[in-house]
């Protein structure tokens, strides 16, 4: 079966900072990797999404996240933190395998930023 | 920009009535989910829809749930008797493709749903 584990349920970080939220994976065949952004009282935006392309895979608002298989990791980073990116951030899998577009989300991480 | 529409946005409930969650997928997109969110818990899957019926569902999608595309616009999910536990904020997804070569899904701006 498969999960995604976000190492960190609180992330804090000073405005122009590195941002570094992390996401590892279990899957038994290679999987499509998501990251989704959701800001207060709104719904999941995606950020960016690895489909088996290049393995540095840019996403909107600066982010980007590097698929690893070998540490089943799929990081997302951002060289210099906004006051903006204060939200909560959610690593999904899906499997490449089945009939549908079904998602399997991390527990979340919530990116508070700091002036 | 095409957007993933839910209504209402907020609803409350008696434990024991039935509800209606409402939603409009984007126009060409032929996947359809519904998704919750228990406050403080991870986004968890209920079922998806294609193709006018059910492609897969969670353990969480019992036989108090159903889901229905009435009229090739709306999406819906009817919870039939609400239990306090079924509060959450529940998503509506879509996406143009599922299964091999799935693209991103679009997600809705959620219903929250207070069981009281």
């Known amino acids: 079966a498969q999960s995604v584990t976000q190492l960190g349920s609180h992330v804090s970080v000073s405005e122009g900072a590195l941002v570094l939220l992390r996401c590892n994976y279990s899957s038994s065949v290679p999987p499509y990797l998501f990251w989704y952004v959701q800001y207060p009282n709104q719904g999941l935006q995606l950020l960016l999404k690895y489909t088996s392309a290049a393995t540095l895979v840019k996403g909107i608002n600066g982010f980007e996240a590097e698929f690893k298989k070998s540490e089943t990791s799929f990081h997302l980073t951002k060289p210099s933190a906004h006051m903006s990116d204060a939200a909560e951030y959610f690593c999904a899998v899906s499997d490449r395998g089945g009939n549908t577009g079904k998602l399997i989300f991390g527990q979340g991480t919530t990116l508070q930023v700091k002036p | 920009e095409p957007e993933v529409t839910q209504t209402p946005s907020h609803q409350v409930t008696q434990m024991g009535q039935e509800v209606i969650l409402r939603c409009v997928p984007i126009s060409n997109h032929l996947y359809f989910y519904w998704y919750r969110q228990i406050l403080g818990q991870k986004v968890e899957f209920l079922v998806s829809f294609y193709n006018n019926e059910i492609s897969e569902k969670s353990e969480i999608f019992d036989d108090q749930f159903s889901v229905e595309r009435p009229d090739g616009s709306n999406f819906t999910l009817k919870i039939r008797s609400t239990k306090l536990e079924d509060s959450a904020m529940y998503f509506c997804?879509?996406?143009?493709?599922?299964?091999?070569?799935?693209?991103?899904?679009?997600f809705g701006q959620g219903t929250r749903l207070t069981v009281v």
């Open positions: 997804a879509s996406s143009v493709k599922g299964g091999q070569g799935r693209t991103e899904a679009f």
